[in-house]
């Protein structure tokens, strides 16, 4: 161990809390930051910002501003990065006073305020509605020498559009002298961000020019996540088109999930097929969205005849599919099950059993429920709700009262929805014996 802590270095302890930051552990990250720190490894300035990002990402501001001082005191110079990273952590945070404070005494060692702090600060600012301040440090930028650049009008008008200043952030835009497609495509992030897609949708059919396609997919991913803005996110891929800009599977796909949320299988099939017909096959998880919307509008033959043509494209089905294909009444979907080697999972024997538990067929959901024991799975709340409340409405009681009691042995919590019908059932049963 002792041999293994004097190979590590600041390096190393720095491109390693890069890593998991990248992937979002955050807390992850100054933990195992902490435990260097603790095994007397000299850390540079780097491992420290760092920290201060994760931190800040954590919403502790007072904390990085702590640590930011446990640097300074043992002798490590702070550089304009870190001064940077703090700052954008209290804008973040909405702590621009404290953001402000830092600005000050970092201009006060000397160091100057270089246009991409000055960014952070104004974009800051202007995600927290301070708008004259946003203003002022543009202005402050210019009587320093520093000009602003499209980045830094970018990330005051995102920012002015995310805290609601919509006038403003038009206004700022058309006092713009030199206004570039970058602004533009900041107007239509801002307003999809803010969640106003009416806007965001307008700015982009008034614009002649492509955009970069990640600012269409923003909007294009925004539009179909609202029922009432698909039809939107159809005409975007339309549009998008006529401009030379192809929209791949993933765009087309969404769309098509999108569609069949809303139950309009028509336009989810138009879309289908027009991916076909550029030699794009769907991937399983599009033929899955629209077999189970065929099952849910009850088209049955339609979900079977896409089952087929996605077997006959060489998609193999996935345990999911296969749940979903329990919906058609007469078809085989253990066979399809064993030819593709897909094995059942908790949701699948679920499935069977509130099937049976619907038919009253209350012996062969408990005979399902145990082959689904035996073949190794372990049953979670859901499968003994299903049977559970089948066992309530069959008047079978007494096993509803066992199948809970063996809930609780086994650690799981009944669901609220298992425990009303248990008790209703009861209450019927006293009812009918006091009839008697």
Not at 19 to 43: H, P, T, V
Not at 111 to 116: A, E, F, N, R
Not at 205 to 234: G, M, R, W
Not at 398 to 413: D, N, P, R, S
């Amino acid at each position: 161990m002792v041999e293994k802590r004097k190979r590590i270095n600041c390096v190393i302890v720095s491109s390693i809390l890069q890593c998991i930051c990248q992937m979002g552990n955050f807390s992850e990250a100054f933990d195992l930051f902490k435990e260097f720190r603790e095994m007397n490894i000299s850390l540079d300035k780097v491992c420290y910002n760092v920290a201060f990002g994760a931190l800040g990402k954590l919403g502790k501001v007072e904390e990085a501003i702590e640590l930011f001082r446990e640097m300074t005191g043992k002798g490590i110079a702070p550089d304009v990065i870190n001064y940077t990273t703090l700052i954008g952590g209290c804008c973040l945070q909405g702590k621009c006073f404290d953001a402000f404070n830092l600005m000050i005494e970092m201009d006060g060692t000397g160091k100057t305020p270089d246009i991409v702090i000055y960014n952070v600060f104004a974009g800051g600012l202007a995600r927290n509605g301070l708008v004259q301040e946003a203003f002022d440090t543009l202005k402050l930028m210019e009587d320093r020498g520093v000009k602003p650049t499209s980045v830094t009008h970018n990330m005051v008008i995102e920012g002015l559009i995310v805290a609601g200043k919509l006038d403003e952030a038009e206004a700022f835009y058309e006092r713009l002298e030199h206004k570039s497609w970058e602004n533009d495509a900041s107007m239509v992030k801002g307003y999809c961000e803010a969640g106003c897609l009416d806007q965001a949708f307008e700015r982009f059919i008034s614009l002649e020019y492509p955009l970069p396609k990640s600012v269409y997919f923003t909007l294009f991913t925004s539009l179909c996540a609202e029922n009432d803005h698909i039809s939107k996110a159809q005409d975007l891929l339309e549009r998008i088109s006529k401009l030379g800009v192809e929209s791949g599977k993933s765009m087309v796909g969404k769309l098509i999930c999108a569609w069949c949320r809303v139950n309009n299988v028509r336009n989810a099939r138009q879309n289908f097929n027009v991916l076909v017909a550029r030699g794009i096959i769907p991937d399983l998880y599009t033929f899955t969205i629209m077999i189970n919307t065929y099952c849910r509008l009850n088209e049955l033959k339609e979900a079977y005849v896409l089952f087929i043509r996605m077997t006959t494209m060489g998609i193999k089905p996935d345990v999911v599919t296969c749940t979903v294909l329990l919906n058609i009444p007469k078809f085989d979907t253990k066979r399809e099950m064993k030819a593709f080697d897909v094995k059942p999972d908790v949701i699948y024997y679920t499935f069977l059993i509130a099937q049976q538990c619907k038919i009253q067929d209350l012996q062969e959901a408990e005979r399902i429920f145990a082959e689904m024991i035996e073949s190794g799975l372990e049953p979670d709340v859901v499968p003994y709700t299903a049977l559970i409340a089948g066992c309530c409405r069959n008047g079978f009681v007494h096993k509803a009262v066992t199948l809970m009691q063996e809930m609780w042995e086994k650690g799981i919590e009944p669901t609220k929805a298992s425990l009303s019908a248990v008790h209703y059932a009861r209450l019927k049963a006293k009812r009918l014996r006091s009839r008697k």
